[in-house]
């Protein structure tokens, strides 16, 4: 957007119905209830046939809790995936469906929870105060993995949505402040799917501010799009084609604030919605499928 000396050449701001248009993502698409039921029937027929270790602690807060699906392989990567939801509703036992696709790159997987916003069990809960559970978790996994086959060496981040913003927080990290005896590069690789890296417009669609009461404050502290690009690190990012331009627009914002030597993959995958996204990365031979097959390899 740019601007103009003339007040009356000023771009009109836009209304609290277009933020509302461009964020609520189940307004798009009308039948987002049948995709979360179809994730839901999925997860519970994965964790009634894999091999799992379910609802692991990784904390004493709320929500913190962690499945664990391990490689037919020890010392296999690990791929730690973190749901969306807006940071507000899901939970992990929606998502184990994403598990055989992320196994079959050789990988231990990690499906992790968290507390949600405004408030779980009767505690307020903020996006900063997520995105710190999700150090806690990586923290854990890290110091623990090795004894579910996990090499604590090689951890992928993926995360979906709200999971995507996620991602990108804890690729950016500095994890010598979060416990000096973690690794500098505790993450090194992250995919987004549908991220969200400025919460700044998120916080003026009113249906989700709603719940997740931003202050201009934890805007700043939760945008990684107004951080530094992270070094020795790498993002990739995909949103659906057929997602809102502010989603299209956020997805490339992170590459253009990052760069290309971070993030080197930024892409629009064609015909997918904002959930029907999620599904590509559980078909092999898909793009999406393939990229998290290449992050893993790294």
Avoid at 67 to 92: C, E, M, T
Avoid at 182 to 211: E, M, N, T
Avoid at 244 to 264: A, D
């Amino acid at each position: 957007m740019t601007t103009s000396s003339a007040p009356a050449r000023q771009p009109r701001a836009h209304t609290s119905a277009w933020y509302e248009s461009m964020y609520n993502n189940r307004a798009m698409v009308p039948d987002f209830a049948d995709h979360f039921a179809r994730w839901q029937s999925a997860s519970q027929a994965v964790r009634a046939q894999l091999d799992c270790s379910l609802d692991v602690a990784y904390g004493t807060g709320v929500n913190e809790t962690l499945d664990i699906f391990p490689a037919a392989q020890p010392n296999a990567p690990v791929v730690f995936f973190i749901h969306g939801g807006y940071w507000r509703s899901l939970d992990k036992s929606d998502h184990s469906f994403v598990v055989p696709a992320l196994q079959a790159t050789g990988a231990c997987v990690v499906v992790v929870n968290y507390a949600l916003c405004p408030s779980t069990q009767g505690q307020t809960v903020t996006v900063p105060d997520i995105a710190l559970q999700m150090t806690r978790a990586l923290a854990w996994t890290h110091q623990h993995i090795a004894a579910h086959g996990g090499d604590p060496a090689r951890i992928t981040v993926a995360g979906h949505s709200a999971g995507g913003h996620l991602a990108a927080m804890v690729l950016a990290a500095d994890w010598k402040k979060v416990n000096a005896k973690l690794p500098v590069h505790l993450v090194r690789k992250a995919l987004s799917i549908s991220g969200l890296y400025d919460l700044d417009p998120v916080r003026k669609a009113p249906f989700v501010q709603a719940s997740l009461h931003l202050t201009p404050k934890q805007v700043r502290q939760a945008s990684p799009a107004l951080w530094a690009s992270p070094r020795q690190r790498t993002l990739y990012t995909v949103a659906g084609g057929q997602e809102s331009p502010e989603f299209l627009r956020q997805n490339q914002l992170i590459q253009q604030s990052w760069g290309t030597r971070t993030v080197p993959v930024c892409e629009a995958l064609a015909g997918c919605n904002h959930f029907t996204v999620l599904d590509e990365l559980t078909r092999p031979g898909t793009r999406l499928n393939e990229l998290m097959r290449q992050l893993v390899q790294l």
